[in-house]
């Protein structure tokens, strides 16, 4: 009689383990600096200066958008269109407040509030793909899970409290804004040499292959600006 718990160790091992949440990493690059009002901008560092301060980021989902349909007496939900999820990242602020600086700055390029009269900027010109990694957590920082969020900006950005009585780590939380996401253009062309991880649903044998990527950004478990 098969042994349960060996049956769990050889189904984990074959898919890689266990998912762990606090191994990821975000990936994106600020758009073109094109607003002169903003003076100098040699503080925006490159981004591997900045990828671990990134302490917590999520995954989105999406839901199906439906619609009551009767047929043959029937009440049925019919789909029509799909919808997804807000997404948010935590950063942590170091002396110079830098992160808080730098979407401060982005808000600046879709909304230039420096005038009396706002002015709003083509979204060519302010939006930029933001990737998050779900990783295995192993030495060569294998991604598990990766999607990339179409042209996304941030549409908030946290308040960040002060006081007497505030301990700890300062953090700021941005709120993205974007069109879709779709999974990450590596993860769908780079397969292993496993065999397919899905049962085929129609037609002949074959499916998607179990996806192994290698992320290119840093250790597990940050971020990468």
């Known amino acids: 009689m098969p042994n349960p718990i060996d049956n769990m160790k050889a189904l984990l091992s074959k898919r890689g383990g266990i998912a762990r949440g606090n191994r990821y990493g975000v990936h994106f690059t600020h758009p073109t600096i094109k607003n002169n009002q903003q003076g100098s901008n040699s503080w925006v560092q490159n981004g591997r200066d ?25 009440l049925a939900k019919k789909p029509y269109s799909m919808a997804t999820d807000e997404v948010t990242m935590t950063f942590l602020l170091t002396g110079d407040y830098y992160m808080k600086k730098y979407f401060d700055l982005w808000q600046e390029m879709i909304v230039d509030s420096s005038g009396n009269h706002y ?12 990737q998050i990694d779900a990783l295995h957590g192993d030495e060569e920082d294998t991604v598990g899970y990766s999607i990339t969020l179409k042209n996304a900006y941030p549409i908030q950005v ?13 953090e700021v939380t941005v709120t993205w804004e974007y069109d879709n996401w779709k999974p990450t253009e590596d993860q769908k062309k780079k397969t292993s040499r496993m065999s397919s991880w899905l049962p ?26």
């Open 119 to 130: 002015k709003t900027y083509f979204k060519s010109d302010y939006c930029a793909p933001v």
């Open 200 to 225: 085929p649903l129609h037609g002949p044998a074959g499916g998607p292959e179990q996806q192994v990527q290698t992320s290119s950004y840093g250790p597990a478990g940050r971020g990468f600006i």
């Open 158 to 170: 946290s308040q960040v409290e002060l006081g007497e009585g505030v301990e700890g780590m300062v």
């Open 50 to 74: 900045t990828w671990i301060l990134c302490t917590a980021a999520v995954l989105p989902g999406k839901r199906i958008s439906t619609t009551e349909a009767t047929h043959n007496h029937h």
